[in-house]
């Protein structure tokens, strides 16, 4: 089965302020982040993409234009690996959520948080994992079972799939750390998946297939940004 490249968005503005952006719409990266997505491709040289796929987030898609420009993949946006939805916490200062009592249940038992007037954490896990299954079943179907893929999204959902992928219950998974603009890679295989990078911020080169893998075609431009919608959920 294929490697999975989780890749966090670089740093935003949000993440400067102290803010919960959330799914709030025009949050940006910052001058570090950047500078960041400008070094990925580097980061990724020697490893050929079957495909690049990306949370609908603008943080996201800023993360991904430097790789997308240099190598012309086009870009497929999947919903289910979205930023997770906070609800009537989105755009809130962070110092000023430490004081509700509902974020000693995030930090101690995630999976019984249920933000107010969004989704529950154990629903960002699943549809996050869900969608993580349904595209490795494709990349393998489409490009065999050396294939490398590449998902851009957020930390929470990052994490989530992390600790699914290492049999950890969600109440763990405030344990996994993972920076801005780092490379969390999976190896999906038919008995178990296997963490062989987490938060990995240097160099990925050992990532790449074997000698004598085959390799994986490169995906076309598509659109007039490089980008399409997944019709479906990425079927």
């Not at 249940?105 to 107010?116: D, R």
């Not at 344990?175 to 160099?203: F, N």
Request: contains cysteine.
């Amino acid at each position: 089965m294929p490697t999975l490249l989780l890749v966090r968005h670089g740093r935003s503005t949000a993440n400067t302020s102290g803010v919960l952006a959330g799914r709030t719409p025009g949050v940006e990266l910052d001058a570090l982040g950047a500078e960041q997505a400008r070094a990925l491709p580097d980061r990724l040289s020697g490893i050929a993409l079957s495909a690049v796929v990306r949370s609908p987030m603008l943080r996201c898609r800023q993360t991904l234009a430097p790789l997308v420009e240099q190598r012309g993949h086009s870009v497929e946006i999947e919903e289910r690996i979205n930023e997770c939805d906070y609800g009537q916490w989105s755009g809130r200062d962070l110092a000023g959520l430490g004081g509700e009592p509902l974020m000693a249940t995030v930090q101690q038992h995630p999976s019984a948080a249920v933000f107010p007037g969004g989704e529950s954490m154990r629903v960002m896990q699943q549809r996050a994992v869900e969608a993580v299954r349904d595209w490795n079943a494709r990349i393998e179907a489409e490009h065999g079972a050396d294939a490398v893929y590449l998902m851009c999204s957020h930390g929470d959902i990052i994490k989530s799939v992390v600790a699914d992928a290492l049999g950890m219950h969600l109440d763990l998974f405030q344990r996994i750390a993972v920076e801005t603009c780092s490379v969390t890679a999976v190896r999906y295989t038919p008995m178990r998946p296997y963490v062989v990078r987490l938060g990995e911020t240097g160099d990925l080169g050992p990532l790449a297939p074997p000698a004598g893998a085959s390799a994986p075609a490169e995906s076309g431009r598509g659109g007039s940004d490089g980008e399409q919608a997944v019709v479906g959920g990425g079927r």
